[in-house]
């Protein structure tokens, strides 16, 4: 894998208009589970490919659990109303074949607000419900989470977790050139794809500026759509290629998604 730069990701944010979403994602923790390729067979169309990489002499495959709280999820022209709500996204890291763009494939989202029904039912996302619970503790002064722990009870992907944090502690990225060419690959997709409930092909993008993350130690997880579905078992849950964290950033979501034809 040849290295890369944020700075050649990094580009001034698009206009929001129309019903375009500003949100504020606290809690966001990025953790990503290095397997064996054959396991996301005939998951995603030819179009694309997984973006894979070398570790310990291996071809691997990376998948990411990203929770987080929504917090002041508004629309950013109509900026009156406010939501807040718990949210947990599962993706693949892949290339689009077409564009040659790193992206990322989403297996779905479990989301703990009424307002689910949009994403849902107007625009056949798979998103389903859950009861989101976070359990945090942040020094301000050290800049490190004191506890992290976060429940979902939901049918589609019950999951806990917890994590630690040390002080000081360096970021290490396993099989990435250098430790910039993992914060691009694992921090800034813009662009997802996800097969819609439908069975349609659908795409949306997102804006952000450069994340400011830390690492995190995985003490605990039990992720129930990555046991099911058989892409990471139990075992191996409890071991995590790497955990990634930041208190609270800020994303751009362009609304609605887009079917592709």
Known sequence: MDSLKLKDFIHPRPVPKGIDVLCKLQHFAIITYAVEPSRFDGLFPDRFKLDTLIICGEEKALISVVPFIDVDFTSAVF???????????????????????????FLGTTLDSWTLAVPRFCWNLPWYSGEVKFDCEYDETKRIYRKYKMTTDAKWAPANVELSQEEGKPIE?????????????????????????????????????????????????????????????????????????????????????????
């Open 79 to 105: 900026t009156f109303l406010k939501f807040t709500m718990g949210q947990t996204n599962y993706r693949i890291y892949i290339i689009d074949k077409e564009t040659n763009e790193r992206c990322v494939w």
């Open 173 to 261: 990225l396993a099989g990435f050139p250098d430790t910039e060419t993992g914060l691009v690959y694992l921090t800034h997709p813009l662009a997802g794809f996800y097969h819609r409930r439908d069975g349609k092909l659908g795409t949306y993008r997102v804006w952000h500026k450069q994340l400011e993350v830390s690492t995190a130690n995985l003490k605990s997880a039990n992720f129930g759509l990555l046991s099911r579905l058989g892409l990471v078992t139990i075992e191996e849950q409890q071991h995590a290629h790497s955990v990634l964290i930041e208190p609270i950033n800020e994303f751009t979501i362009y609304l609605p998604p887009k079917l592709v034809k």
